[in-house]
């Protein structure tokens, strides 16, 4: 007799829901670094690892292709912030080059490491909220299909 007990990793399996998904909401979770479904299961893995599974709901996320999108939006929201400062500064206090130096360069690091994640978080909420890359039903169509092979008949 052989008998199937559950696996300490289990996790349910995802249910498919059709109705509409709140694409502002999920963004929120995302920008949280929460699950883009339920808002409570941790969505990364470790700093940039996006986990395969949400550990509350089970929702599947290994599907996401977020790729190099967050480090852009990432700079860019970062330079726009810190270029506004270094304007502001120079014509405020007019401090030297050195000054300027010591405080926005590590301001610029600090908050480009702080943004990516929730950055990177809000774009795989927004591929979830709006069924992207397989996080609908059925198969994703920016999928490449594979070849089909020759067979050689004799």
């Known amino acids: 007799m052989h008998i199937m007990l559950p696996r300490p990793d289990y996790l ?4 498919h829901d059709l109705g509409p998904r709140d694409t502002f909401a999920a963004m929120k979770r995302g920008a949280a670094l929460k699950c883009p479904k339920c808002g409570i299961g941790r969505m990364f893995s470790s700093y940039l ?3 395969d599974n949400c550990p509350t709901c089970g929702e599947a996320l290994h599907h996401q292709r977020a790729d190099d999108a967050p480090p852009y939006f990432t700079m860019f929201i970062v330079c726009h912030i810190v270029v506004a400062g ?3 500064a120079e014509k405020t206090f007019a401090p ?3 000054v300027h130096i010591a405080i926005w ?3 610029t690091i600090v908050a480009s490491l702080i943004m990516l994640p929730m950055v990177k978080g809000t774009l795989i ?3 979830w909220a709006l069924r992207m890359h397989g996080f609908g039903n059925g198969p ?3 999928d490449p299909q594979p070849e089909p092979i ?3 008949r004799t």
Not at 12 to 15: I, Q, S
């Open 12 to 15: 349910p399996r995802p249910t």
């Open 105 to 107: 360069f590590p301001i």
């Open 150 to 152: 020759a067979v050689e």
């Open 49 to 51: 690892k996006v986990a």
């Open 140 to 142: 994703d169509p920016a």
């Open 125 to 127: 909420s927004l591929q």
């Open 86 to 88: 270094v304007l502001i």
């Open 96 to 98: 030297s080059f050195w």
